[in-house]
């Protein structure tokens, strides 16, 4: 069994210090959502990008990330993580501006609606309401669709939508340490279910959250791993961490995708945890997978 080194064990102690114990001790969202409005945001001085702006997205709240390449730069469509129910474009803010300065890409972060006051199909269906708002703001643009755990989920879901819909064509798809079974069976829920910052607490109460209807955890744009048809999706990039509870799914999906004719660079960082990807600043490995991972985007969208 993999165990963290001590600068990544660290890192999990400081995060997991930092974190409410959801699912068990707190379990009421308006006092989550309190913890965190009260909890101090770490002083860190924003990437420089060209231009920042909120937008309107029909309805959907966005924030555009706009490098100025070139004028007809690709797109990335990013969804936040926060196991549907936490974060918003402020938490992601760091990570997306990493992206447009990496790839030169267009980034577009959507501010879906939560749960458990806005249960599933909400999000996904806000993300496909901003993925066609892309699509009609920058046509002609190779769009790739990105997100981490919860958002990974609705990446690829977005895949499966704009397949079944008709478009927009989606032309990639980044997936990071992603969330996609609500029956958190895998083995690597139980071996990684408790120290290492996401917990196996954790994950039940996001679930229970985003699908309070049992019903929809057959659904496939809900659970991508249940018995869904993934024939004809674009090509995927696939982030997994050897230490999270998430690893077994992340690995399933991209086995699954692969059997389905799907284009699948699968990279696992046996030592790492959930959400690893952005704590490049404390970590300089994580700075190498951050530049990795940001790489295969840039050759995807083909950015000159």
């Known amino acids: 069994m993999t165990s963290p080194g001590a600068e990544v064990q660290a890192v999990i102690d400081l995060a997991t210090a930092n974190f409410p114990p959801l699912g068990t001790e707190m379990t009421d969202i308006a006092e989550v959502r309190a913890f965190f409005a009260a909890r101090p945001r770490p002083a860190v001085p924003a990437l420089p990008v060209a231009r920042v702006r909120d937008e309107d997205a029909d309805g959907v709240p966005v924030r555009v990330y706009d490098q100025a390449v070139h004028a007809d730069a690709p797109v990335v469509l990013y969804c936040h993580g926060g196991g549907f129910v936490l974060c918003d474009l402020d938490s992601h803010d760091g990570f997306c501006r990493s992206i447009a300065d990496a790839t030169g890409a267009v980034v577009v972060s959507v501010d879906y609606r939560r749960a458990p006051e806005h249960p599933f199909p909400a999000a996904p269906e806000d993300a496909y309401t901003a993925l066609l708002w892309t699509a009609q703001t920058y046509p002609g643009r190779r769009i790739a669709v990105a997100g981490d755990s919860a958002g990974a989920n609705l990446a690829t879901v977005l895949t499966l939508l704009s397949r079944d819909r008709g478009g927009p064509e989606i032309a990639y798809q980044a997936l990071y340490y992603p969330m996609l079974d609500p029956t958190c069976s895998q083995p690597s829920h139980r071996r990684n279910g408790q120290g290492y910052f996401l917990t196996s607490d954790h994950l039940r109460w996001y679930w229970d959250s985003y699908l309070p209807d049992l ?41 699954a995708l692969t059997t389905a004719g799907v284009p699948v660079e ?17 970590l300089p490995e994580v700075a190498a997978a951050c530049e990795t991972a940001f790489a295969a985007l840039r050759r995807a969208l083909d950015v000159d």
């Open 215 to 255: 019903a929809d955890r057959a659904d496939r744009y809900a659970a991508p791993l249940a018995r869904t048809d993934l024939s004809g999706l674009p090509p995927a990039y696939v982030v997994t961490a050897g230490l999270d509870p998430l690893r077994d799914e992340g690995l399933a999906y991209a086995e």
């Open 266 to 282: 699968a990279h696992h960082y046996a030592g790492m945890f959930h959400g690893f990807l952005s704590m490049a600043a404390a």
